[in-house]
């Protein structure tokens, strides 16, 4: 048994060596193709469905915020679910969350999602929101936020919980 443990320990090493020998070598075979290991964000993308550039021109295009103004991501977009992402923003001064919520139906049509698939909540301070959206149905009709989860015993889990 500790036999079998102490190989483990001794070929990882090896192990990881070769992977990085194999990526070399599959690079000098073939400059033109994508490397085996791609780590790059898809969320950090220009067409990601939502991330600062996206949000951001929506808010534009409906006169939310001006042309010269500029959204602040706080940390990166992340995946809540498997086709839910969550992105923290920083508004600027002629924007807040009621002028958001009041139009959250076009907001949704402009992501092109219904609008319980979005959801629009108070960040830590004023200026800050976090938005949250899911993109594409798998097998239910309906998805609601996070904010919305409510466990078997019936207590509310989330932003929303009381």
């Known amino acids: 048994m500790w036999g079998l443990v102490l190989a483990g320990v001794v070929l990882l090493p ?7 020998y194999g990526n070399r070598e599959h690079a000098r075979r073939h ?6 290991m791609h780590l790059d964000s ?5 067409d990601a469905p939502l991330g600062k550039d996206s949000f951001e021109s929506a808010l534009k295009r409906m006169g939310l915020i001006k ?3 500029e959204i602040q991501l706080v940390g990166l977009p992340r995946a809540v679910a498997i086709n839910a992402v969550e992105i923290v923003v ?10 958001l ?8 049509q402009a992501f092109r999602v219904r609008p319980e698939w979005l959801d629009i909540r108070d960040g830590e301070h004023s200026a800050q929101v976090v ?7 798998t097998r239910s009709a309906s998805r609601s936020s996070p ?7 019936g207590r509310t889990h989330g932003a929303g919980a009381s």
């Open 14 to 20: 090896a192990m990881a060596a070769l992977v990085g």
């Open 31 to 36: 400059p033109d193709l994508l490397p085996v």
């Open 42 to 46: 898809a969320t950090l993308a220009t």
């Open 67 to 69: 042309e010269s103004s």
């Open 90 to 99: 920083e508004l600027p001064d002629e924007c807040n969350l009621a002028k």
């Open 101 to 108: 919520l009041d139009k959250k139906d076009k907001i949704a």
């Open 131 to 137: 938005v949250w959206i899911w993109r594409t149905p």
């Open 147 to 153: 904010r919305w989860l409510t466990s078997r015993y």
